[in-house]
């Protein structure tokens, strides 16, 4: 059973444009959501997290939008760039615990 | 700071053979997690190591080990190879007792088993 369920599998914007994923989870004891970023050959890298207390955080660039009651969260990346070509990650875990879960990946491409 | 190094990079097996993966944690991080991430998905959650004790684990089977040692570093041991173990194999390393803590992964060891 998937614990977080993330969408789109693919999705390509241009240059500048919004690219938005989105993640949605069941178990309402996560209390930590961060979004790892993996190039082809790497580790995943983490971007940005959220706790459920906050609706939003922002980072430069990257901003996470946070529904509490609809358990969802997503991912936007703001004037996306061709270097933000990558492999995208949601996950959850309790506190950050021991178990992190993962979202089966959003493949973006940036087109210039 | 010296982030998490892991080793081999790659490594080719046959099926029914053994295979120890080995993880270097970044400096300061006292905790060592073992994911396994399949092609086209997202890593799934092996084992977890804190203090050199097992703290945690996921929906694998006992032919999955691992050790941790009192430098942090950490082992993988797979025994009994199957075709589907073939993966990428990462080692997270993170900072037990401290809220906020993420995981800081390495750059994994592809392992094909034939």
């Known amino acids: 059973q998937q614990q977080v369920k993330q969408s789109p599998q693919s999705l390509i914007v241009q240059k500048g444009g919004i690219s938005i994923i989105n993640c949605a989870y069941e178990?309402?004891?996560?209390?930590?959501f961060p979004w790892y970023q993996q190039f082809p050959g790497k580790g995943p890298a983490l971007l940005i997290a959220?706790?459920?207390?906050?609706s939003e955080k922002k980072e430069g660039r990257f901003t996470i939008s946070f529904n509490k009651s609809a358990k969802q969260f997503s991912l936007h990346i703001m004037d996306s760039q061709p270097g933000d070509s990558a492999t995208y990650f949601c996950?959850?875990?309790?506190?950050?615990?021991?178990?992190?879960?993962f979202g089966t990946g959003t493949s973006l491409t940036v087109i210039p | 700071e010296t982030g998490v190094t892991q080793s081999p990079t790659h490594l080719i097996k046959t099926r029914g053979q053994q295979v120890t993966l080995r993880c270097s944690s970044q400096?300061?991080?006292?905790?060592v997690s073992w994911y396994q991430q399949a092609l086209g998905q997202g890593p799934q959650f092996i084992f977890q190591?804190?203090?050199?004790?097992?703290?945690g684990r996921g929906n694998f089977p006992p032919r999955f080990s691992g050790l941790q040692f009192p430098n942090y570093s950490s082992e993988l041991n797979v025994n009994a190879l199957e075709l589907d173990d073939s993966a990428l194999y990462l080692c997270?390393?993170?900072?037990?007792?401290?809220?906020?803590?993420?995981?800081?992964f390495g750059n994994g060891t592809r392992l094909t088993v034939t």
């Open positions: 997270a390393s993170s900072l037990t007792g401290v809220l906020g803590s993420p995981l800081h």
């Open positions: 178990n309402t004891a996560f209390d930590y």
């Open positions: 959220i706790r459920p207390d906050v």
């Open positions: 996950a959850a875990s309790i506190n950050t615990g021991n178990q992190f879960y």
């Open positions: 400096s300061g991080h006292n905790t």
């Open positions: 190591y804190y203090r050199e004790e097992e703290n």
